[in-house]
Every structure is written in structure tokens, then in C-alpha cells.
Antibody
């Protein structure tokens, strides 16, 4: 069974840093582009960052320059390093898996349960 | 950047109704569109991908159509489990953008 489990969310002060992890199981992580999506409490979904199977990162304009996505296929884990955190980064952060292996741009067929980041 | 606009924002319906949600892209995205269902406190669930392909395990009362800039999600014979918020998402190269969501309630 495919599972994605996020961790690392916390309460952090503005300007602080946090590193989120997403542990994957039940599929070959190295074959899929992986993505982080966030959701502000009571609001909609916002794509944050993605990393392809070739380790190419993509970022939304709102996080470019202060978030860094990475992957360690040997540990079946993806990461989101968040620096210079701002109040507007407060959200539930989900990791998600692409539907199709080896594709760089795809829908997300599996999501984790999310981890809460509060910047205050 | 391509913007995704859903309508309506809220939709009131009853069990057994057929409902349609519209998603418009500010420029053509071919058929690179997905639909998700989200319930409170839960992660989104993929329903439809490539505009009209039904994800495995999703009931056939869900259907998607459209291409280019206009897309629809139709739920036939609404069931109690279908009351949720629905999001469209475009996944064309180098960016992924969600619509603002449509809440389907009683």
C-alpha cells in the first residue's frame, strides 16, 4: 500500500527555519516526481514545490529563494527546508506523489495526511 | 502565470441531484487538468485526471470533460458521501495551479 507520512511541522517564530520530511513507502520513490502542496487554514490549496526524478526542483514564486526541496531515494524520503519563515507560510503542508512514473508534470494520486506549520 | 477560476464557489444540492462544477483556465492547458475532492481535515483525493480520465476506484458517477480553457466536473446522482469541496488543478509544464474550490453542501 502506498503511504506518505509527513513530519516536522511545528510552531516557529518569524524568520526561523524548519525542515519537513515526507517518508514514502509502498512504491519506488526514485521513479516519481514528488511535490509539496500547502493549505492555509480554511482556505484553498497552493502548490509549493516539486522535485523530478532527475532532481530538478521547481518552486512557486511565493517560496522561491527561501524554501529548498530535496530527495533522498535511499531513505525513501523527500524534504522541504523552509528558511526565513513568514506568517503567510502558516499552513498545513502535504506531500504528494505523481500519478505516472517518470513524468515531470502530472496529477497527484496519493497524498500524505499533512503536517502543520505555524509561524507566529 | 495561468490562473484557474472555478464556479460556483458554493453549491447547494440534494441527494440524487446532478451537479456540475466549472473550471476555466486563463489560457489553454490542453487537457492537463485534474479534479480533487477534499473533506474537512483530510487530504485531497484524486478523482479525474487528463480532464476526463477517471482515477482507479472512483465511482462512475463522477465524470470530467473539456479541453483548452473550459472544463467541467459532473457528479450524477449525488450521494451523501459526495458533500465536500472540489478543486480543479492544472499541471502543465513548470507550474501547477489549483482553482479556489467549490463547496458542495446540502
Amino acid at each position: 500500500e502506498v503511504q506518505l507520512v509527513e513530519s516536522g511541522g511545528a510552531l516557529v517564530q518569524p524568520g526561523g527555519s524548519l525542515k519537513l520530511s515526507c517518508a514514502a513507502s509502498g512504491f519506488t520513490l526514485s521513479s516519481y516526481t514528488m511535490t509539496w502542496v500547502r493549505q492555509t487554514p480554511g482556505k484553498g490549496l497552493e502548490w509549493v514545490s516539486a522535485i523530478t526524478v532527475n532532481y530538478v526542483p521547481y518552486y512557486s514564486d511565493s517560496v522561491k529563494g527561501h524554501f529548498t526541496i530535496s530527495r533522498d531515494n535511499s531513505k525513501n524520503t523527500i524534504y522541504l527546508q523552509m528558511d526565513s519563515l513568514r506568517a503567510e507560510d502558516t499552513a498545513v503542508y502535504y506531500c504528494a506523489k505523481d500519478l505516472t512514473p517518470q513524468w515531470e508534470f502530472d496529477a497527484f494520486d496519493k497524498w500524505g495526511q499533512g503536517t502543520m506549520v505555524t509561524v507566529s | 502565470d495561468i490562473q484557474m477560476t472555478q464556479s460556483p464557489s458554493t453549491l447547494s444540492a440534494s441527494v440524487g441531484d446532478t451537479v456540475t462544477i466549472t473550471c476555466r483556465a486563463s489560457q489553454s492547458i490542453n487537457s492537463w487538468l485534474a479534479w480533487y475532492q477534499q473533506k474537512p481535515g483530510k487530504a485531497p483525493k484524486l478523482l479525474i485526471y487528463k480532464a476526463s480520465s477517471l482515477q482507479s476506484g472512483v465511482p462512475s458517477r463522477f465524470s470530467g470533460s473539456g479541453s483548452g480553457t473550459e472544463f467541467t466536473l459532473t457528479i450524477s446522482s449525488l450521494q451523501p458521501d459526495d458533500f465536500a469541496t472540489y478543486y480543479c488543478q492544472k499541471y502543465s509544464p513548470y507550474s501547477w495551479t489549483f482553482g479556489q474550490g467549490t463547496k458542495v453542501d446540502i
